[in-house]
């Protein structure tokens, strides 16, 4: 969606908002964070536990591959010195230089074989990780919006929203009711203590969900 299209789009809902308002008298209006519910709920917290886990697997898994390579390398160092021996007689040269391109060669790929390794997994990885955090996400908006359903909110504002220019979509409210604890509250009444974020963890991303285009 454009940055004019967006601008449409606000000016929309407000022109509707000021038409019920006028209609119906005063609306029914509540905001909510969502970036903090999606941080804070233990079920991100889990999901990126596991997520940490799979990374450190992974990093375990490259390093031992570059271990081998490592190996590999001082064998090349050794076999280098030995060339540059002046005493060493052409037939031993020939063979030790032949030793050498073998064991470059097997370095080379293994090394390319361990990128595209970590390529392979670290994607796989991170598209698991985005569809789980967006399933977190619907989870959460289907909870907002059954709290709005049940208190009959006519609004519910996403405080944390921020347009492309990094300036938050909402700037103020009057008498809006946040919803954001009593959601929270919700969220984590079943967690396990040891599924709660911890501060000073690393704090997930939320996911970016694409909004559907624009009918022209």
Same mark, same amino acid.
């Given at each position: 969606? #454009? ?10 809902? +407000?022109?509707? +908002? #000021?038409?019920?308002?006028? /209609? ?8 909510? %964070?969502? $970036? ?13 536990? $596991? ?7 992974? $990093?375990? %898994? ?6 081998? !390579? ?11 010195? /030995? ?17 050498? /391109?073998?064991?470059? /060669? =097997?370095? !080379?790929? @293994? ?25 977190? @996400? =619907? ?6 919006? *059954?709290?709005?359903?049940? *208190?009959?909110?006519?609004? &519910? ?17 009057? %008498?809006?009711? %946040?919803?954001?604890? &009593? ?9 396990? +203590?040891?599924?709660?974020? &911890? =501060?000073?963890?690393? *704090? ?5 969900? =694409?909004?559907?285009?624009? #009918?022209?």
């Amino acid at each position: 969606m #454009s940055f004019f299209r967006r601008l449409l789009s606000i000016g929309l809902a +407000a022109s509707l +908002a #000021s038409m019920a308002y006028a /209609q119906e008298g005063k609306l029914n209006i509540a905001t909510v %964070d969502m $970036q903090e519910l999606f941080k804070q709920y233990y079920r991100t917290n889990e999901a990126q536990k $596991q997520i940490n886990v799979e990374r450190a697997r992974i $990093q375990k %898994d490259n390093n031992e591959r570059l271990g081998r !390579i490592r190996e590999l390398e001082n064998t090349l160092g050794n076999l280098r010195k /030995q060339l540059e021996d002046p005493a060493l007689n052409d037939s031993k040269k020939q063979a030790l230089f032949k030793d050498w /391109q073998m064991q470059q /060669q =097997e370095g !080379i790929a @293994l090394d390319r074989e361990r990128r595209e390794f970590l390529q392979r997994r670290n994607q796989a990885l991170n598209e698991k990780m985005l569809q789980r955090m967006k399933g977190i @996400l =619907e989870e959460i908006r289907k909870l907002v919006e *059954e709290k709005a359903k049940a *208190e009959n909110f006519d609004y &519910v504002f996403d405080k944390s929203g921020m347009s492309t220019s990094q300036v938050p979509f909402l700037l103020y409210t009057k %008498d809006a009711t %946040d919803v954001t604890a &009593v959601l929270l509250k919700d969220l984590n009444k079943d967690a396990p +203590a040891e599924s709660l974020p &911890v =501060e000073g963890e690393t *704090e997930p991303e939320m996911p970016k969900v =694409e909004a559907p285009p624009a #009918s022209e």
